[in-house]
């Protein structure tokens, strides 16, 4: 199976950029890079998806490396409503179906 | 359609006893999920439907759980015989049909077996 290899907690300050590293590196060539969120007593919540190129969205960036064995994920201002643990997850095809496989995730915590 | 609806959100069962849980997707969307998640870990992917077909079941999955989506909406994950491994969050997740589009996560049913 795919895995994603993330370090176990960040720390940040408030109203500044995080980047988030997640390595990959026995990705496919077919295999989405997905990134969630996951706030305490809540269900994940998707922030950003990609394949190959860089994306934007309101959210946050995802700036994929060229040989897609790793990538970061972007949130350019972080606030406190940000502190969450989030999942570098790889979506995988198996038999033309689709599933998720989750890692352990980033604990995110944002200092005031 | 206020989003994915997860009920109950806690049950507490003793063990040796079966429980069920709901899951409600956003009404358009064709493939429903369900997911297990221990403390500190990652959802583990269980099975998932695309309509009411179940496509896709984890080697997690034993024969002491049964999920089912009749008509394609609402989905249902039985777990028999309840052991205190069972407890977890079982959370749940529905997507539109094509691939590689985000899942949107109901808030889970946390079961307790004691």
């Known amino acids: 199976d795919a895995k994603t290899t993330q370090p176990n907690s960040m720390e940040s300050n408030e109203e500044e950029p995080v980047h988030l590293p997640c390595n990959h590196s026995?990705?496919?060539?077919?295999?989405?890079i997905h990134w969630y969120r996951q706030l305490p007593s809540q269900g994940p919540e998707y922030v950003i998806h990609g394949l190959t190129s860089n994306v934007n969205n309101r959210m946050a960036s995802l700036a994929i490396a060229e040989d897609r064995k790793s990538s970061t994920l972007i949130l350019h201002r972080a606030t406190l409503r940000d502190a969450a643990v989030y999942y570098c997850?790889?979506?995988?095809?198996?038999?033309?179906?689709?599933?998720?496989?989750w890692g352990a995730g980033t604990k995110l915590i944002i200092k005031p | 359609d206020t989003g994915v609806s997860q009920d109950p959100r806690h049950k507490i069962t003793k063990r040796g006893q079966n429980v069920t849980f709901r899951c409600d997707p956003i009404s358009e969307h064709n493939r429903l999920y369900w997911y297990r998640q221990t403390l500190g870990q990652g959802p583990e992917f269980l099975t998932y439907f695309q309509n009411e077909a179940q496509l896709e079941k984890s080697r997690l999955l034993s024969d002491r759980f049964s999920a089912e989506r009749p008509k394609g909406s609402f989905s249902t994950l039985e777990i028999q015989r309840t052991e205190q491994g069972d407890s977890a969050m079982y959370l749940c997740a529905s997507s539109q049909r094509t691939f590689s589009i985000e899942a949107f996560f109901g808030q889970g049913t946390r079961l307790t077996v004691v």
């Open positions: 026995t990705i496919s060539g077919t295999d989405y």
């Open positions: 997850i790889l979506a995988t095809t198996m038999d033309s179906n689709y599933q998720l496989i």
